[in-house]
């Protein structure tokens, strides 16, 4: 008998797994665009970052401290929005939707919420944009990937 539990995949635990693992990869991928354009232009990789961390400390000044609180600012929004994608994803074209979820997320990130913090709004818009994209690319490959392989289809 074995000595680990066996849990029963219930909805609700399945979209949190395909939370989790999506929201992981979107954080990790969805600087890409900006982080390359960013390097290309010999210009500083710290703004975006830093301008993230003025979301969760509004008044503060210095790098450090600013580049310590865009961490949890980061991963809270990359796994929040994958929550929110996966719970919400159609079965097919599941890349797409996130793509069009994720451009919707940038609406509200960027002209809505992200307006009232002025570091963010300095920041190169069509590179956050584009970041969007390969957030919604991300999770959406990956939860397209998730749920083939619970199905037991080949994922093309």
């Given at each position: ?5 066996t ?8 979209a949190?797994?395909d939370a ?10 969805s600087?890409?665009p900006?982080t ?5 232009r ?11 961390g ?6 503060e000044?210095?790098?450090?401290p ?6 949890p ?7 929040g929005?994958?929550a ?5 994803l159609?079965?097919?074209?599941t ?7 994720a ?5 509200f ?15 190169p818009?069509g590179?956050q ?8 690319l ?11 392989g619970?199905s037991?289809a080949?994922?093309?």
């Open positions: 008998m074995s000595n680990r539990a849990y029963a995949a219930t909805p609700l635990t399945v949190l797994a989790l693992a999506a929201g992981a990869a979107g954080a990790i991928l600087a890409v900006s390359t354009v960013t390097l290309l010999r210009e500083s990789l710290l703004d975006g970052a830093t301008a993230a003025t979301i969760l400390l509004p008044s000044r210095r790098t450090l600013l580049l310590a609180a865009a961490v600012v980061h991963l809270a929004l990359s796994f929005w994958a929110v994608l996966s719970a919400l159609p079965r097919r074209a890349v797409p939707a996130a793509v069009g979820g451009l919707a997320i940038a609406a990130d960027l002209e809505l919420v992200g307006r009232a913090f002025p570091r963010v709004r300095a920041l818009q590179r944009w584009a970041d969007h994209v390969a957030y919604g991300a999770v959406g490959a990956v939860v397209r990937r998730r749920r083939l619970r037991g080949s994922a093309r």
